[in-house]
């Protein structure tokens, strides 16, 4: 049943890249749920010699296929967003599983808070092998790493792959960082949102199954995940909740986990001037 609303239609933002058996795992839960989004787009990062078979996959769950900037994960979310016709915009990732009930859940969460930004948690799985569950979202902390929320209906958390948006995020300009290919700045992006007058909200039972491989876990050390944790980090301490004392005390903690990194050391004034001309330009 596709939900109709004289105020909500909910599009599904789904990037996925190089995965199609994953792709058809998922699409094949969504279109298992008792309530239908508006619309599903599939933007594809694919390389060419997969995305006929990308493009295969999403036609025959009757979704809109777009090629993908192929710029990297973030500029792929954007991309897809701004894709989207309904009124609230849904982030969904190749490796995610939706269990039943769970669009139910989401629909009924929106409906009642349409302006806010609401997230949901996942259990996630390595490998095939269960690791763990997150009952709701994280939220960005001073340290630029994710930490647990404290208020479940007023704060900054971002899912990255499990969020509705208003549509007017995307409609005022807003949109996440793209210099990072993965790492800490999708944390920043609901800082800057919620210090731009949207709150996010947890729909609490509303889990994902998150279907990660060995190379998430082992990118982790990558010096881009650190660079994007440092970004992360100043932007909170310096513009979000100002901290000049954090900003230099994680700044260090960050150069020294990266063993005093040089190309790390000298990109650190370009990193804090991305980071002002970003918070300041509004």
Not at 139 to 152: C, H, I, K, N
Request: aromatic share 12%; charged share 25%; net charge neutral.
């Amino acid at each position: 049943m596709v939900h109709k609303s004289a105020e909500i239609n909910l599009s599904v933002a789904l990037v996925t890249r190089n995965r199609p058996e994953s792709l058809e795992r998922c699409l094949k839960s969504l279109r298992s749920q008792s309530i239908q989004p508006f619309e599903v787009v599939v933007s594809d990062d694919s390389d060419p010699e997969l995305a006929p078979k990308t493009e295969a996959v999403a036609k025959h769950w009757n979704c809109r296929y777009i090629i993908g900037p192929r710029r990297g994960l973030y500029a792929n979310r954007n991309y897809t967003a701004l894709a989207c016709q309904g009124t609230h915009i849904r982030t969904m990732d190749d490796d995610h599983v939706l269990p039943d009930g769970h669009m139910e859940r989401c629909m009924v969460a929106v409906c009642s808070d349409p302006k806010s930004i609401w997230t949901t948690g996942e259990i996630g799985f390595i490998n095939g092998e269960y690791c763990g569950i997150s009952q709701t979202a994280s939220q960005l902390y001073p340290s630029g790493v994710a930490g647990e929320v404290t208020d479940v209906d007023d704060n900054w958390a971002i899912a990255d792959g499990a969020t509705i948006y208003p549509r007017e995020v995307f409609d005022r300009g807003h949109r996440m960082v793209e210099w990072f290919p993965f790492g800490s700045s999708y944390l920043e992006f609901g800082a800057y949102l919620y210090y731009h007058g949207f709150r996010s909200r947890c729909v609490l039972g509303a889990l994902i199954k998150h279907y990660a491989d060995e190379s998430t876990v082992k990118r982790q050390d990558n010096i881009n995940v650190i660079e994007s944790q440092l970004y992360a980090s100043l932007c909170f301490n310096l513009f979000f909740k100002p901290n000049p004392a954090l900003a230099v005390r994680y700044s260090f903690a960050s150069l020294r986990y990266s063993n005093f990194n040089l190309d790390l050391l000298w990109k650190l004034p370009k990193i804090i001037g991305k980071a002002k001309k970003r918070w300041q330009k509004n």
